[in-house]
């Protein structure tokens, strides 16, 4: 549930599609999202030809560590310095540094200790990038058009994990064949070079910025962020429904491989569930995008929450195939109802000057909670079973969805 709006009929995805300033930069996020997932593949493909007599044996895990660590340490002081600079420039410059850097790989030494800095550094800049992002969104489109651009963001987002992955090797070894031996880093950096070249070209009307205001005092900007966040309930709620969102997500790659076996499929299948559930994404994304405006007085997060827990209590009994890819289809759905709106929400509740630093504290919560379930749940599952996990999740899930939805209730009859 969320504040009402009343329906317009400038709303919807053909209203959206009409604002170019905004499909550019929508162009600019499929660019660099299938960058990002071309790169993680390339990262992979790369890494047999460096050496480390230290960590030999577990050189993948110390590269993952080295990928998804800044999402936790730099995320909030990310969005204090988004607050204080232009999204664009930041847009902008963060895609053409991480496109020279990857061009710089092949001109350094093959030391596995250098390819982790590189990483390291890369992932860092796109700490910047995403609160950037989300913060523009507002600054392009209409008020009653938010829910259609996050629903095709989020439908982008999901489309560029699906089909950046699915692509990812086809295309580097096409650029290999084709561009010789530089021709995977040329192609991972075009894509990062078309996406700030799109993005430079987009009109952004944002305030103009006083150098008393670009001074950045960063613990007095973590405290108010903070008491923001303290204050606002609706963005609390909002904030922690996304991160048992993504949490339950993450939770579901690292159980989709003993659920793949279980129903028939390889270790090596467990891809098409998790597709599966992409597609549900996508689709409840779209729906949302185009319809939105008719569902504003439903309990939206509610519905999705029920949803998976639903799902994930009959994972637990169903052995058929395609029993359990409908299923995964329909948890897909259920994210969507729930991620397309608290997305919005939080953008719609949020004054401008304070967007970057609550999506730097979405992005460094959302980031903790998909960490703990990828570092637990196989423990776990060895310990329980399959079973008691899909159902102990299913029942954490359906918990927060009550819970969310009777709080949102309360603090909405307190502002109305």
Known sequence: MFPAKTPTESSGFHALLKNRRFLMLWSGQIFSQVGDKVFFTFLVAILETYHSPIFQNSMYSILMLAFTLPAIFFGSAAGIFVDRFSKKQILVVSNITRALLILAIPLLPK?????????????TITQFFAPAEQVAIPLLVLPQNLMTANALFTTTMMGALIVGFAIGEPLLSLSRDWGGKYGQEILVASLY?????????????????SLEEIAVHPWHDLKEGLHYLWKNRLVQNAMIQLMTLFGVLAALTVIAIPMAVDIGLKRTQFGFLLAAAGIGMVAGA???????????????PLLGFLSMAFVLAVFTFTQELWLSLGLSMLLGVGAALIGVPMQTLIQQQTPEKMRGKVFGFQNNAVNIAVSAPLAITSLLKDQFGLRAVLLCISLLVCGVGVWAWRNTRSVLQDVL
């Not at 030391?111 to 550094?121: G, K, R």
């Not at 993005?199 to 910025?209: D, H």
């Not at 779209?286 to 939206?300: E, I, M, N, S, T």
């Open 193 to 209: 070079f078309l996406a700030s070249a799109v993005i430079q070209w987009i009109p952004f009307k944002e305030n103009p910025i």
């Open 111 to 123: 030391e596995f200790l250098i390819l982790l800095v590189i990483t390291f550094i890369i992932s």
């Open 286 to 300: 779209g729906v949302l995008g185009h319809w939105g405006d008719r569902f504003h007085h439903k309990p939206l």
